[in-house]
């Protein structure tokens, strides 16, 4: 009989614990937590480079947005909205910011190849090749990245029916100890 009691006992203080809001902080909350009045922001430009980063580049167009009421329309600012857009597919919208930003003296190589990279989608090609060169040697062909862009655009450029697309399609395989052959990927 004592061994019951002690079992009840036990059951009802877990039912009982079962019902409490808990401790340590816990809450009945299921939203986020609201904004701390005397928390700190971070920099909408260091949010934006993290979401393009992520791949999230509407959300990193809210962030340069942001970004810009702070600092202004200064070229990191300008550089962001056009590269967001860029990875958005609005070719229009990410020229003319491009362009905005590499008209100013701050411009880094970077900005300067997503212009290159923007005009190149676009089919100019005359000027995607001179954009190119300039981030190239702005960059003191230091960037893997800008000098294969630049390839790319000289390429294109000296024949118009070059295709990226259509060159990786073979692999150079080996035959025997030193011989080697060109083969289509399957």
Not at 42 to 65: F, K, P
Not at 77 to 87: C, D, E, P, Y
Request: aromatic letters at 6%; hydrophobic letters at 40%.
């Amino acid at each position: 009989m004592k061994r019951i009691r002690t079992g009840l006992g036990l059951v009802a203080l877990i039912a009982l614990a079962a019902c409490s809001t808990g401790g340590l902080g816990a809450s009945d909350e299921v939203y986020a937590p609201g904004i701390a009045p005397r928390g700190q922001a971070i920099d909408g430009l260091v949010v934006g480079q993290r979401l393009m980063q992520a791949g999230e580049y509407e959300l990193a167009l809210d962030a340069y947005s942001r970004a810009a009421l702070d600092h202004g329309m200064t070229v990191d600012v300008l550089s962001g909205i056009g590269t967001a857009n860029l990875g958005l597919g609005r070719l229009g919208q990410s020229e003319r910011q491009l362009r905005q930003a590499v008209a100013t003296d701050q411009a880094i190589p970077e900005v300067w190849n997503n212009l290159g990279v923007v005009l190149m989608e676009r089919g100019k090609l005359a000027e995607a090749t001179q954009v190119f060169k300039k981030a190239y040697a702005l960059d003191n062909g230091e960037s893997d990245s800008i000098r294969d862009n630049l390839r790319l655009a000289l390429a294109k450029f000296e024949n118009p029916d070059y295709d990226d697309v259509l060159e990786q399609e073979y692999k150079l395989v080996q035959r025997g100890s030193g011989s080697y052959v060109l083969r289509r990927i399957p």
